[in-house]
């Protein structure tokens, strides 16, 4: 099983600025199957990025997703107050898994 | 618009079964695979398993294997998750999710787009 870990566990930012979260598997996922999701309280998670780079329909531009192999980066361009929720990644190479999540914050 | 709607909040005893529903609209059933993702309180999202939508073939995690059922009722454009011999640690909030067309990405090979609103199934005496 490919094991994700995401960093850091808590990002604490203003709104405007940019957020930069990392997704390392423990082993190649494989022509970067990587997706990221957003999950607000009590909400189910949301799509934002497939295939490492590829923005889910409807998703803002500020969001984007970068990296191959074994590191995988989402950056959020400009935080919005909308932006303040867990991020999650997603390999879907192999049986399908999850990081643990990071947190971004109001600082 | 796409749409899963999922059956209501479950109270279970150890060793007692769930069945979770999640009713689809908005496309065509048959078309895409559904996947099953659970999250334990504190704990990361986990995926259970999948169904093709269209012809029944599923796929489980080795976790769960023995213990859950994926199934379908493609005239209900609804599909069931049923998870056996329940424990404490079972105790989480279960989602369905949709996979991408069959015809364009395998079922297991797929990101999950959307996801059900969630069921949160308690396990305890």
């Not at chain 2, 618009?1 to 279970?12: D, N, P, R, Y």
Request: proline residues 6%.
């Amino acid at each position: 099983e490919i094991v994700l870990t995401q960093s850091p566990g808590t990002l604490s930012l203003s709104p405007g600025e940019r957020a930069t979260l990392s997704c390392r598997a423990s082993q190649s996922v494989s022509s970067s199957y990587l997706a990221w999701y957003q999950q607000k309280p009590g909400q189910a998670p949301r799509l934002l990025i497939y295939g490492a780079s590829s923005r889910a329909t409807g998703i803002p531009d500020r969001f984007s997703g970068s990296g191959s192999g074994t590191d995988f980066t989402l950056t959020i361009s400009r935080l919005e107050p909308e932006d303040f929720a867990v991020y999650y990644c997603q390999q879907y190479g192999s049986s399908p898994s999850f990081g643990q999540g990071t947190k971004v914050e109001i600082k | 618009q796409v749409q899963l709607v999922q059956s209501g909040a479950e109270v279970k005893k150890p060793g007692a079964s769930v069945k979770v529903s999640c009713k689809a609209s908005g496309y065509t059933f048959t078309s895409y695979a559904m996947h099953w993702v659970r999250q334990a309180p504190g704990q990361r999202l986990e995926w259970m398993g999948w169904i093709n939508a269209g012809n029944g073939n599923t796929k489980y995690s080795q976790k769960f294997q023995g213990r859950v059922t994926i199934t379908r009722d493609t005239s209900a454009s609804t599909a069931y998750m049923e998870l056996s011999s329940l424990r404490s640690e079972d105790t989480a909030v279960y989602y369905c999710a949709r996979a991408p067309p069959i015809v364009v990405v395998p079922a297991d090979r797929s990101w999950f787009d959307p996801w059900g609103q969630g069921t949160l199934v308690t396990v305890s005496s």
